[in-house]
């Protein structure tokens, strides 16, 4: 007969799980195809914005850095980011999407600090966003600010938001932590 745990112990409780949350750019084409595949289902499938593809110019010519961000090993986010202007050091986040059955699970705000730390790594001073309505709040609490007034972006009406970029240095740190599962923020 197997041994039964009736500990009555109150302080011998089990730690919660905490679920291993990673981003990384991706880097293979294995991570290309969940990069765009979860873009895909978010963009074209869910939410209706784009017909048939969300992918655009960036995507074609290679010019965005993609980013995929891990649930436990399995892809359950992205985003993309690229650069405005090189000598302003300004950055631009976009495509954010996270898979429906991932989005309580914490993965948004480690993919956003990721392409913030990753435009710092490559010296970018400032990141612009074109944010949903009702993600505003959520990238406020991660120390975006507003920018403008609300526009029309992609169909939909989107707030512009800006966020300061780490250094290089700490940008680099934070990305190899994100990478690794740990959030140093």
């Known amino acids: 007969m197997p041994a039964v745990s009736t500990s009555t112990d109150p302080l011998h409780t089990e730690a919660p799980h905490t679920p291993m949350l990673s981003c990384r750019q991706a880097g293979s084409p294995e991570a290309m195809r969940e990069h765009r595949a979860i ?3 978010v963009f074209v499938l869910e939410q209706g914005i784009f017909a048939g593809s ?3 110019e960036r995507d074609r010519e290679g010019s965005a850095i993609c980013l995929v961000g891990y649930y436990e090993g399995t892809a359950a986010g992205c985003v993309r980011l690229y650069e ?7 950055w631009q986040g976009d495509r954010l999407a996270v898979l429906p059955r991932f989005r309580t699970s914490g ?3 480690p993919l956003v600090r990721c ?5 710092g790594a490559l010296g970018g001073r400032e990141m612009l966003a074109h944010i949903q309505l009702p993600n505003v ?3 406020a609490r991660l120390g975006w600010s507003l920018n403008g007034e609300t526009e029309i972006y992609a169909g939909l009406p989107h707030q512009q938001m800006r966020i300061s970029l780490p250094d290089p240095t700490r940008g680099t740190a934070l990305a ?4 690794r599962g740990t959030d140093l923020t």
């Open 39 to 41: 873009r895909h289902q």
């Open 84 to 90: 405005l202007d090189r000598r302003a050091g300004l």
């Open 107 to 109: 993965i948004g705000a």
């Open 176 to 179: 190899e932590a994100l990478a």
């Open 54 to 56: 969300d992918e655009d």
């Open 115 to 119: 392409a913030v730390a990753t435009a």
């Open 137 to 139: 709040r959520f990238f």
